[in-house]
């Protein structure tokens, strides 16, 4: 951050930390299973520096600087953009706890899958991460509160995996993948002195943006709440 206060009116500027290394995507057994999950190449990181300040209610403004678009090919100028700041106060995988006290995977890891009849080629935890309140019993296992915090959401991303996604037998590669990436993307954490509680000290984006067209607005970045951009003072 330069200088004291935030000077928006002379906007941001950014600069491309090509040297910073994402240890999650140097991992051979991380990678081997992004593609199996069909998720090599569709989960990215990249690293800049900025010379301002940055508050969550400036998001917009910090979005719309020319430089950030670096970090995903933009085809098309951007009509608009749509921000959403992602809670990352749950840092543990204990957020998982209850889905292994639920029926959703056995005491060994291994998950359950759905009767056939109903539910073809489908597991229970895919229906934890898909289905809404109504469809699923086990819906309520995470509350909705925790469904919106980041660490939920990679897990949810991983989980459901791309188009030609080979699904896990057992949950526990996509805890130890979670846990990994959230542990390399995250960044500082600090304790609350009153409450306790270790949340992540950078902020977390849910990024969707916009350009025209003959019919109206189409979103052109994120498909089922999948990108995100972090955020902080380096």
Same mark, same amino acid.
């Given at each position: 951050?330069?200088?004291?206060?935030?000077?928006?009116?002379?906007?941001?500027?950014?600069?491309?930390?090509?040297?910073?290394?994402?240890?999650?995507?140097?991992?051979?057994?991380?990678?081997?299973?992004?593609?199996?999950?069909?998720?090599?190449?569709?989960?990215?990181?990249?690293?800049?520096?900025?010379?301002?300040?940055?508050?969550?209610?400036?998001?917009?403004?910090?979005? +719309? @600087?020319?430089?950030?678009?670096?970090?995903?090919?933009?085809? &098309?100028?951007? !009509?608009?953009? /749509?921000?959403? #700041? *992602?809670?990352?106060?749950?840092?543990?995988?204990?957020?998982?706890?209850?889905?292994?006290?639920?029926?959703?995977?056995?005491?060994?890891?291994?998950?359950?899958?759905?009767?056939?009849?109903?539910?073809?080629?489908?597991?229970?935890?895919?229906?934890?991460?898909?289905?809404?309140?109504?469809?699923?019993?086990?819906?309520?296992?995470?509350?909705?509160e925790e469904r919106q915090e980041f660490l939920f959401r990679l897990f949810k991303h991983l989980c459901l995996g791309g188009e030609l996604c080979q699904n896990e037998l057992n949950i526990e590669?996509?805890?130890?993948?979670? +846990? @990994?990436?959230?542990?390399?993307?995250?960044?500082?954490?600090? &304790?609350?002195? !009153?409450?306790? /509680?270790?949340? #992540? *000290?950078?902020?977390?984006?849910?990024?969707?943006?916009?350009?025209?067209?003959?019919?109206?607005?189409?979103?052109?970045?994120?498909?089922?709440?999948?990108?995100?951009?972090?955020?902080?003072?380096?």
């Open positions: 951050m330069a200088g004291e206060g935030c000077e928006f009116e002379k906007g941001y500027t950014f600069s491309s930390l090509q040297s910073k290394k994402f240890t999650f995507l140097q991992n051979k057994e991380t990678l081997s299973l992004l593609m199996k999950w069909s998720m090599l190449g569709r989960l990215s990181a990249l690293a800049f520096s900025f010379d301002q300040c940055f508050s969550p209610y400036n998001s917009k403004s910090f979005l +719309k @600087k020319v430089e950030t678009r670096a970090w995903v090919p933009l085809v &098309k100028p951007i !009509e608009s953009i /749509k921000v959403e #700041v *992602v809670p990352c106060s749950k840092v543990s995988i204990d957020l998982f706890d209850p889905i292994y006290s639920s029926g959703i995977v056995m005491p060994s890891g291994h998950i359950v899958n759905c009767f056939h009849e109903i539910y073809p080629d489908y597991d229970k935890l895919r229906q934890v991460c898909m289905l809404n309140d109504e469809e699923s019993e086990h819906f309520p296992v995470i509350s909705q590669p996509y805890i130890s993948t979670t +846990k @990994k990436c959230t542990k390399n993307l995250s960044g500082g954490v600090q &304790k609350d002195p !009153e409450t306790k /509680k270790i949340s #992540v *000290v950078s902020t977390v984006l849910k990024v969707a943006a916009f350009v025209s067209t003959s019919i109206g607005p189409y979103r052109l970045l994120t498909q089922q709440g999948r990108s995100f951009i972090k955020a902080g003072a380096k």
